[in-house]
């Protein structure tokens, strides 16, 4: 499982339902979703390694402006695949048909996040939802149950 983030941009442009065709077209499943606005605490929280940053100021302006949706995605190799549909941060570097090549007009309003790794998964996905929430897909069965897999 990973932890993806349609950022404030992307829910006023109107791209929530392309991004998220485009993780389901990889065989992704959406396993919790949801809206929130972050606060300047949330952002210093979620992202704690970038508050010493300079670009951290723009950064929270940015993402408390608006809504953003909070996604966990289910799958194999989950983390690695939503990273590649992302694209790299920064767009100017990021490869065509990628989220943020097709979307993000700068690296600040970059469009998505993406957890960068197993641990930070696990890390982002407890930040921002409570277990219960969250529901596992058999595959076999396509059948949802409510079980969180860290
Ligand atoms: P994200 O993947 O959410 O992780 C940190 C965010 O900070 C990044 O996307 C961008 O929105 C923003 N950012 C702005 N400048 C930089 C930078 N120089 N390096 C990394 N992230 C940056």
């Not at 490869?95 to 700068?106: C, L, Q």
Request: with cysteine; proline share 4%.
């Amino acid at each position: 499982m990973t932890f993806a983030m349609i950022k404030p941009n992307g829910v006023a442009s109107g791209l929530v339902g392309r991004i998220i065709e485009r993780y389901e077209s990889a065989r992704l499943s959406v396993c919790a979703i949801k809206m929130h606005q972050m606060t300047s605490a949330d952002a210093r929280g979620f992202y704690a390694e970038h508050v010493e940053k300079p670009f951290f100021g723009e950064l929270e302006e940015y993402m408390t402006k608006g809504p953003s949706v909070m996604l966990v995605l289910g799958g194999e190799n989950a983390v690695a695949k939503v990273r590649a549909i992302n694209g790299a941060t920064n767009p100017a570097k990021s490869e065509p048909g990628t989220i943020r090549h097709d979307f993000a007009p700068s690296m600040t309003e970059n469009v998505v996040h993406s957890s960068d790794g197993v641990e930070s998964a696990a890390r982002e996905i407890a930040f921002w939802f409570e277990k219960e929430n969250i529901y596992a897909y058999d595959a076999a069965s396509q059948k949802a149950c409510c079980v969180m897999a860290k």
